[in-house]
């Protein structure tokens, strides 16, 4: 998405089109992502539950990943899961 | 031509807003301002001025409700003072982010503390990087008819700002004067129905005041500095076709015998009539001494200043307010940014004078110009000085 320049912003920056948000990736701001071990993953869902970014989606094959578009790499998933199923990995 | 009729400002700046068909007001009555809002209150409630009047807890409140109210479409206006400038200080930047075209009378008095009720400029100062248009009136006259004109200015479509009007506390809300208020059939003809940029309605969503990173704040501010200077052409325009109308004219920058001056006096606000007695003394004795009146602060009127004060040979700056620690009176400050770039410019004197109400009499004035004539070499220019404090 390119950037627009500041005589193409829209007046007092109002937003026309309704769930735009979406296409705002704060995937960008991640420095650590987050790495499932599907072996030790008892399909619980407490990432799921916990990631405050909604980005955690649960697999066909019931395990999960998260949406690296939106996953800010917080952590929040790895430190709940008490099977340690999910590391932090470096970025880069 | 309207109706010659005598008033107290403040009610009569609440009849010129009540002409002006707002939609809404949300006043928090604070003194000076406080009869502004009670009348304004009674217009509606009396039928006379279809608005919806919304009795807000604070001035924060009242900000707020006005910017939600503006982002709907709806012709709002505001009014405050001081402390109660101060709790809507947050809002303001994001009222005129938002290009939301608000009007707002400020009775300028003292900011606390020492709490006092008086007149200066204290409290719009800090207000002065919101990013609003603001414009500084004489009279009761000035009062009236500059609080129809925000409305137009503020909603033309190449403005869209919010709009403040600063009006002296006491010295000029609280006197009882004779105007000419316009008519209700004139005032409509001046003012077309407001035309929003974009409004808050559930038929066509749309999102208002949404959050932005450093990928785009920068060109928001950008964006925000253009429209506010650009501001200005059409101020110039919404004044000259009110005085095609009305017969009174206004200018950003008013002179009084300062063609031919060689010591000349800059004013904001109602000091400028005081300080025009002055001048007429001093030409009684023969000194070559003008005024020159500052009415728009916001956007600065480069230009104008420039060409109004460069030929002189000395010019006293006057400020209503300090900027501790700083460098003089934030008008000082302004006009000695204006006139860096001048190979010919007067040398600058900076009194800093009448805080929280302190009466300032013609021989002060006076006294001022004769301080600034004896100093011969120059020695105190570039600097400022608390007038009149006890040593």
Not at chain 1, 9 to 30: D, F, M, Q
Not at chain 1, 47 to 62: A, H, I, L, N, S
Not at chain 2, 279 to 295: H, N, S, T
Request: proline letters at 5%; a negative charge; hydrophobic letters at 40%.
């Amino acid at each position: 998405m390119a950037l627009k320049t500041w005589k193409e912003l829209p007046i007092g920056c109002v937003v026309y089109e309704p769930g735009s948000a979406s296409e705002y990736h704060t995937g960008s701001w991640r420095s650590q992502r987050p790495v499932w071990d599907d072996s030790k993953c008892i399909k619980c869902g407490i990432c799921y539950v916990f990631c405050p970014e909604g980005c955690v989606q649960q697999t066909e094959e019931g395990f999960f990943k998260a949406n690296m578009d939106y996953c800010k790499g917080c952590g929040i998933c790895a430190h709940e899961c008490w099977p340690k199923a999910i590391a932090m990995v470096e970025e880069g | 031509m309207g109706k010659r009729v005598g008033m107290e400002v403040a009610m009569a700046v609440a009849e010129a807003v009540g002409l002006c068909n707002i939609d809404m007001a949300a006043v928090y009555p604070i003194t000076p301002q406080s009869h502004i809002a009670e009348h304004l209150s009674d217009l509606v409630a009396d039928g006379k001025v279809d608005a919806e009047f919304v009795t807000v807890e604070s001035e924060h409140s009242a900000m707020s409700a006005v910017i939600g109210a503006s982002g709907t479409g709806a012709r709002t206006y505001t009014a405050t003072s001081s402390q109660g400038l101060m709790l809507m200080h947050e809002l303001l930047p994001i009222a005129s982010a938002m290009r939301l075209p608000i009007c707002m009378a400020i009775a300028n008095r003292a900011v606390s503390g020492p709490l006092n009720i008086l007149n200066d400029h204290t409290d719009i100062m800090p207000q002065r990087d919101s990013g609003w248009i603001s414009i500084f009136v004489e009279n009761g006259q000035e009062a009236i008819d500059m609080s129809i004109i925000a409305f137009k200015i503020a909603e033309h479509k190449d403005v869209m700002l919010p709009v403040n009007i600063n009006i002296d506390g006491f010295q000029l809300t609280h006197m009882v004067e004779p105007f000419e208020m316009p008519t209700q059939e004139e005032v409509d003809k001046f003012l077309p129905p407001f035309v929003p940029h974009a409004t808050l309605h559930p038929a066509k969503p749309v999102t208002m005041g949404a959050f932005a990173m450093s990928d785009y704040f920068a060109e928001i501010m950008k964006a925000k500095d253009e429209a506010l200077k650009n501001s200005k052409k059409v101020i110039l325009e919404v004044w000259s076709e009110w005085a095609k109308l009305f017969g009174r004219s206004y200018k950003p920058v008013e002179a009084y015998k300062s063609e031919d001056a060689e010591i000349l006096m800059l004013t904001m606000g109602s000091m400028g009539e005081t300080a025009q007695m002055a001048i007429d003394e001093l030409r009684g004795r023969g000194i070559k001494a003008g005024l020159v009146k500052l009415k728009l602060w916001r956007p600065f009127p480069f230009a104008e200043v420039k060409a109004a004060i460069k030929h002189a040979k000395k010019l006293i700056v006057t400020d209503r307010a300090i900027s501790f620690g700083g460098p003089g009176g934030p008008v000082f400050s302004e006009i000695k940014s204006a006139l860096y770039t001048e190979t010919q410019r007067p040398l600058i004197y900076n009194y800093i004078y009448g805080l929280g109400g302190r009466d300032v009499p013609v021989s002060d004035f006076i006294g001022m110009f004769e301080k600034v004539l004896a100093d011969l070499a120059g020695k105190a220019a570039d600097t400022y000085e608390f007038w009149g404090v006890r040593e």
